[in-house]
């Protein structure tokens, strides 16, 4: 996994609540595989018209936020089912950092699995974020995991509250199957007594 | 120290802990064919699976519901037909159990979980799949998880979880003639939001859900994630070690004694506390019909679609109007006055054997006035179902009886809605093109679903006569 330590980035904000993992990348290409590239699916239906064209008023598709590696959306982002194709679209459109006043949380899951932060911030916050982000020319923001803090285009420092483990996952882009083979004593150690105490289970 | 159900099942399987982590040994993790993912990490990590008779495979998400009796011939679809192959060749690789095409127990992971014993209380089950809170209805620990975590748990047995907090639901009163359980989960979704149950594992409590017979539980548990949750859970008592009896990997003997030991310990004490409570009164509820592209846009049968001018929140406002432009339909329209198109009768939510039974009290001497399609669970609820003759009287009323999968519940392996098409469906989400491209979903109970396809409409069935004698 890639680790992320700061990101300087254009930020585009998706002012829609309860944006769904069918929404984030429909069901119909989950059985593509992952080499094609999930760019390509990532928002395509909600970002076509009903004449399947881009869609100026969805903020992704706007020329000013076409490089955006950062997404300032509404509440309950990511809502919906387990698929992490979500995150795959997401991640090979460039995305590596959303910001929420919630997240679906088997969603936010995936997304650490594949280096993307997730992090919340108040309503307020976000809807002030959202209301800067489209009335202002300059769109970038830092983010930096050490320092915990998103800088806005004002140069307003906003700090945020990561996971303890969330935030050295990302640091040092580690892979967590490895992190969790180091305790292969102790699930040992755990299982033996458990399949003990609980014989009917593994049996 | 006094503790609930869900904090006894986390503390049994607390490996380690770390920061706001914990280590948690997993029992079972269930895998479908979008399981790919998974398998593609292991061997690009070079990985090994620890426990393969701890996982256990599906062939549920694009099986074909028509030709079965073809096999994978009867997949036109290459890149569907892949799908079916690609599930059996790596589960085949890593020693894992298939429950695919052709086996006695296949069909949807989550009907099929409980039905074959995998289910059991005061474990802890992942699925590759975010309705595995549908086994909680045993009183487990169950939750979906994506591609990333089930290669974490076939290498490891194990997965980082922070303690969710606790959230007591608790349901009381006799409910209404017709009102079942999606009913309640339903009004219950409507009550407390989409995310009303974000960061919370839920139990479900109270005389009204002690009623429920074990798969209306399921239902019910199913949808929780519906409203966020991170796992639902209602304890297990008679009617749980009855349903599990005899199953095939449910222990028999001196071994069903010694669980059943320990089984009856899974109960919140007394004097546990949550860390929030909700109470629902079921007598207040009546038959619901979700009218948007959210499960929790949802109103009673009896109601109107809701005028988005009246809300005063500008951003919920917004969403109403995008979700009622996309269901083609216009404030305060009554709900009963909505012409259907389709009915879909399926999916891990309602295709068991009672939901069956009910559609076919409801359709029984009549014909349907929609294109209406019948997926059972699993190929024991299809034969059980035919072994009572429902699925005659489906085919008799002009209903499709089609083999065990999910079907147009999330329409990838070929069952679909087309554009504008208007369908009531007994599934669990109504999102934007979930059905099919442009398809437009209406959430409903078996027995609502089954009269719509005698009616064309949604009528409101609390007041059929035979509605007080249906065991719902």
């Not at chain 1, 069918?22 to 395509?44: S, W």
């Not at chain 2, 922070?162 to 009550?191: A, F, H, M, N």
């Not at chain 2, 719509?452 to 409409?457: C, E, V, W, Y």
């Amino acid at each position: 996994m890639e680790p992320l330590v700061t990101l300087k980035a254009t930020a585009a904000p998706l002012r829609l609540a309860n944006v769904n993992t069918d929404q984030l990348f429909p069901a119909r290409f989950i059985k593509k595989p992952r080499a094609v590239g999930y760019a390509q699916y990532l928002f395509h239906d909600i970002r076509r018209n009903d004449a399947s064209e881009l869609d100026q008023n969805f903020s992704l598709n706007q020329a000013r936020f076409s490089d955006a590696k950062v997404i300032v959306a509404s509440a309950n982002f990511g809502s919906g089912s387990s698929r992490e194709g979500a995150v795959y679209a997401l991640y090979d459109a460039g995305f590596r950092a959303l910001f929420a006043p919630s997240f679906g949380e088997i969603f936010a899951s995936n997304c650490l699995k594949n280096g993307i932060l997730t992090a919340t911030l108040d309503q307020p916050t976000i809807d002030a974020i959202q209301s800067l982000l489209l009335s202002s020319d300059d769109a970038s923001v830092i983010v930096d995991i050490n320092s915990e803090t998103l800088t806005l285009p004002s140069g307003e420092s906003i700090s945020l509250t990561l996971d303890p483990f969330q935030k050295h996952c990302l640091i040092n882009g580690l892979n967590e199957i490895d992190l969790s083979l180091e305790f292969h004593d102790a699930i040992s150690a755990f299982e033996a007594t458990y399949r003990q105490q609980y014989p009917w289970i593994s049996s | 120290m006094s503790a609930t159900l869900f904090e006894k099942i986390w503390t049994n399987h607390v490996v380690t802990d770390r920061d706001d982590e914990s280590l948690i040994y997993v029992d079972r993790v269930l895998l479908q064919e979008n399981s790919f993912h998974a398998f593609d990490k292991i061997r690009r990590e070079q990985r090994s699976v620890r426990n393969p008779a701890q996982a256990f495979a599906f062939s549920d998400h694009y099986v074909p519901t028509r030709n079965r009796e073809l096999g994978l011939g009867g997949i036109t679809d290459p890149e569907i037909r892949n799908m079916v192959e690609l599930i059996a060749s790596d589960t085949d690789a890593y020693g894992i159990e298939l429950f695919g095409i052709g086996h006695d127990y296949q069909g949807i992971l989550h009907v099929v979980g409980p039905e074959y014993g995998i289910t059991q209380p005061g474990l802890v089950i992942a699925g590759a799949d975010s309705h595995t809170s549908t086994h909680g209805a045993l009183g487990a620990y169950a939750f979906g998880i994506g591609s990333s975590e089930v290669a974490h748990v076939l290498a490891t047995q194990t997965l980082w979880r922070s303690k969710p907090r606790t959230l007591q639901i608790t349901v009381t009163g006799e409910r209404q003639p017709g009102v079942s359980s999606k009913d309640l989960i339903l009004y219950l979704i409507r009550t407390i939001g989409s995310g009303g149950a974000v960061g919370y594992a839920v139990e479900y409590t109270g005389d009204t859900i002690e009623q429920l017979s074990i798969e209306a539980r399921m239902t019910v548990c199913n949808m929780s994630i519906e409203a966020g949750a991170r796992a639902g859970l209602i304890a297990p008592d008679e009617k749980t070690f009855d349903y599990m009896r005899g199953k095939p990997l449910i222990p028999t003997g001196s071994a069903w004694d010694q669980a059943m030991q320990h089984w009856q310990t899974l109960k919140t004490d007394d004097q546990a506390t949550f860390d929030r409570d909700v109470r629902i009164d079921a007598t207040a509820i009546v038959p619901q019909v979700t009218w948007g592209t959210n499960p929790e846009m949802v109103v009673d049968v009896t109601g109107t679609i809701p005028d988005p001018a009246k809300e005063n929140d500008l951003e919920r406002r917004a969403r109403m109007e995008r979700a009622l432009e996309y269901m083609g339909l216009q404030p305060d329209q009554s709900i009963q006055s909505i012409p259907l198109d389709r009915v879909f009768i399926g999916s891990c939510t309602n295709s068991r054997l009672e939901d069956l039974r009910i559609a076919a009290r409801v359709m029984d001497g009549q014909t349907c006035r929609l294109p209406t399609m019948i997926v059972p669970g699993s190929e024991q609820v299809k034969r059980a179902a035919e072994a009572e003759g429902l699925h005659q009287i489906f085919e008799n009323a002009g209903a499709e009886w089609l083999a065990p999968g999910c079907s147009m519940c999330v329409a990838i392996n070929g069952d679909k809605l087309g554009p504008g098409e208007r369908a009531a469906s007994t599934s669990n989400r109504n999102f934007e093109g979930r059905q099919g491209q442009g398809g437009r979903t209406h959430l409903v109970s078996p027995a609502m679903a089954a009269a719509a396809a005698i009616t064309g409409q949604f009528d409101n069935i609390s007041n059929y006569s035979e509605a007080r004698s249906w065991n719902l």
